[in-house]
């Protein structure tokens, strides 16, 4: 697996190499102590927010799916079905040995790229390749360093394209095909809900792999607090996807909310009561 890499800016590097040649022990340069306090500040800030957020969030959406299984016909609508269909179709697809390695590198990178943009940085150079890629830009912050797994690129295009396609043709409207003696009916919304299936197990599939190398993307932040924002805003994404995906309004955000509440209610008592 190449190891993808969102690089500092040339002034940065720059100030990094004159502070190898001109100090000994870098436990003392200051922008090294600066570093060091940044990221004990994110690990503490992973240990009290990102993780109980994440915890309660995770069991919020499992007991969601739950209820869906148990009450509703939630796993026989049209968009869990081709979902399905579009991660299975990846997953057939990997299991044949095919890894569309310099895929992922292009869009890994150009999520850096965007989100640098969309924070103001200038971008000064990238480039891409199957063996790993960069994007040097003047910009870092927590979000653009993370981007790559905390946005699904190619799921996100699919998403763009649904609605632009939608805007100009009916895509829930039947249509019949036929193919010699056969008829076949088709919506071409179903190829969307594929196409989100797939692409959303292609990012899940390489962030995992991606996460568990040495990841200078993870290193700036702190492992640990990266790892919990990577998992947290990706529960986050699936809840929203089941939202949508869910046939009854009785599980919409209003009832998703009260859950997350009655969630969080009940781990604080379970964890913190014998304190209480």
């Known amino acids: 697996m190449p190891q993808n890499t969102f690089r500092a800016s040339t002034k940065e590097r720059a100030l990094r190499r004159t502070d190898r040649a001109q100090l000994t022990n870098l436990s003392r340069n200051p ?5 060091k306090r940044v990221k004990s500040m994110k690990r503490m800030l992973g240990v009290v927010l990102l993780f109980p957020l994440a915890l309660i969030t995770a069991v919020t ?5 739950w209820r869906a299984v148990i009450r509703l016909e939630f796993w026989r609508t049209e968009e869990v079905i081709f979902f399905l269909v579009g991660g299975l179709a990846w997953a057939v697809t990997y299991a044949s040995g095919w890894r569309p390695v310099r895929s992922y590198v292009f869009g890994h990178e150009v999520s850096h790229l965007l989100v ?39 799921s996100l295009i699919v998403l763009l394209a649904f609605g632009v396609v939608g805007m100009f043709w009916n895509l829930h409207a039947m249509h019949h095909v036929g193919a010699g003696a056969v008829a076949l009916n088709f ?29 200078s993307d993870l290193e700036r932040n702190g492992e640990f607090f990266s790892m919990l924002l990577i998992f947290l805003v990706n529960v986050l994404l699936l809840v929203a996807l089941f939202i949508a995906a869910s046939p009854s309004p009785g599980l919409g955000i209003a009832e998703v909310g009260r859950c997350w509440v009655s969630t969080a209610a009940s781990l604080s008592n379970f964890f913190l009561g014998p304190f209480w």
């Not at 959406?61 to 799916?65: D, S, V």
């Open 31 to 35: 922008r090294q102590q600066k570093l």
């Open 61 to 65: 959406l499992g007991e969601m799916l």
């Open 116 to 154: 640098a943009r969309a924070f103001g940085g200038k971008i000064l150079d990238w480039d891409f390749s199957a063996t790993g890629g960069y994007v040097e830009t003047n910009k870092s912050n927590t979000w653009i360093t993370l981007a790559p797994y905390l946005l699904p690129f190619y």
């Open 187 to 215: 919506k071409p919304v179903w190829f969307f809900y594929a196409m989100l299936g797939l692409t959303w197990c292609f990012h899940a599939t390489f962030t995992w792999k991606t996460v568990f190398i040495e990841q």
